[in-house]
């Protein structure tokens, strides 16, 4: 390709845009579009030829001037002089990838490309992410650009719960919010399941999602419907009679009221006690101090538990340190069994005292946190400072401390 060395300068709105001149027509006609062409003329008494650009045609390509001529009816932008290729800056962020689309090529970093080549740009998130929007979607290259986005933001995923009857389905995101119905959730969260039942029921299982886990998308957590809790009443014949019938055993839901009542007793013969076969006891902490009950020897329960007419305790109160634990109310024994539901308490715990007895001596004087006296009393654990202030002529000679 031949250019000549004199060029056609077109000045518009102060703008300067210089068109080549080439030797043959062929070498101007433009190569790259449909229906390109060329425009002969004389620049110092040379002929030459000039690139023709339809004006409804490429019109962003960077190499048309702002200068129209018609040429056989049809309208054309004198061809310009531009540059041999310009770089591309990509500049990438985090949980998405731009990449870019040109002369047949995909980039995903920096790159260059010839002066007034196409391109597209697409944004793919990361899975459970949104795109954020580009800078650029399209357009040809006229000069040095640079392609970025917006931030991708983290997808929303709703979480459904279904709890099932008599329970709560309880599910905790991250360690720190918990929700007991629907609620949406950030993907990459982590997450907890409880199934917590009402009193009298069996908790139900996981029938759809898992215990525990990572948020990828929108989840159901789905659980069976608790089973009432279901008791075996063993009756000790004979002449018991239970809700009217004579029963050796039988099964109660939870809360079923039962009525037991004797007949046939011989004459002078009375009923002394009725005992069930497990209970209910209930604990009641208070401050400084903690009740503690040993079951059957191994099993230690601080809150309210279930024992039966045949399990053996053992009640336990251990004080802070710095008080005297309370004593049990309620006439319950410290040890035992249980044959019917019972609350164990204690009176509160009483701050431990210490005595401090002095000795004045003669000649001077003992003082207790500046205070001169026979008998102090002080809270286990208190700070106390003592000083000993000899008469006029003498010293301290030594000072003699006993524990009791």
């Known amino acids: 390709m031949a250019e000549l060395i004199n060029k056609l300068n077109i000045k518009y709105n102060n703008i300067i845009d210089e068109c080549v001149c080439y030797t043959t027509s062929d070498e101007a006609t433009p190569k790259t579009i449909s229906n390109g062409s060329f425009w002969k003329i004389k620049n110092n008494n040379t002929i030459c030829y000039l690139g023709l650009w339809p004006t409804n045609e490429n019109q962003d390509s960077?190499?048309?001037s702002k200068l129209k001529i018609k040429k056989n009816g049809i309208e054309y932008y004198v061809e310009k002089k531009v540059l041999n290729e310009f770089t591309v800056t990509i500049n990438q962020s985090a949980h998405q990838t731009i990449k870019v689309s040109c002369n047949g090529q995909i980039y995903t970093s920096t790159f260059k490309a010839a002066a007034g080549?196409?391109?597209t740009v697409t944004v793919e998130p990361e899975k459970g992410y949104t795109a954020g929007k580009p800078n650029y979607s399209n357009g040809y290259i006229n000069s040095n650009i640079t392609i970025s986005a917006s931030s991708a933001s983290s997808s929303s995923c709703f979480i459904t719960i279904v709890s099932g009857s008599h329970q709560t389905v309880k599910v905790t995101i991250n360690n720190e919010t918990s929700y007991t119905s629907s609620f949406s959730a950030s993907h990459g969260d982590t997450y907890y399941v409880e199934i917590i039942p009402e009193e009298g029921y069996i908790a139900g299982s996981l029938i759809s999602g898992s215990i525990r886990g990572t948020i990828t998308g929108n989840l159901t957590i789905k659980a069976s419907d608790a089973e009432i809790k279901k008791y075996s009443?063993?009756?000790a014949q004979p002449n018991i009679i239970i809700n009217d019938s004579i029963i050796a055993e039988e099964m109660y839901n939870y809360g079923t009221s039962i009525t037991a009542r004797v007949t046939g007793l011989q004459?002078?013969?009375?009923i002394n006690k009725f005992y069930l076969g497990e209970f209910l006891i209930k604990i009641v902490q208070?401050?400084?101090q903690t009740i503690k009950v040993i079951v059957n020897g191994t099993e230690e329960f601080t809150d309210n538990f279930v024992i039966t007419?045949?399990?053996t305790y053992e009640i336990q109160i251990i004080p802070e340190e710095g008080y005297v634990a309370g004593i049990i109310l309620n006439n319950?024994?410290?040890s035992g069994k249980f044959y019917s539901n019972s609350t164990i308490e204690a009176s509160?715990?009483?701050i431990m005292l210490c005595t401090i007895t002095v000795t004045q001596p003669e000649h001077g004087d003992i003082y207790v946190n500046g205070i001169i006296g026979s008998s102090f009393t002080f809270k286990k654990g208190s700070s106390i400072n003592i000083e000993v202030k000899p008469d006029e002529g003498y010293k301290l000679f030594k000072i003699y401390k006993s524990t009791n």
Request: hydrophobic share 30%; no cysteine.
């Open 62 to 64: 960077g190499f048309h």
């Open 117 to 119: 080549s196409k391109f």
């Open 233 to 235: 009443v063993y009756v």
């Open 267 to 270: 004459n002078g013969i009375g």
């Open 286 to 288: 208070s401050k400084h």
């Open 309 to 311: 007419s045949e399990d």
């Open 332 to 334: 319950i024994s410290m």
């Open 348 to 350: 509160e715990a009483k």
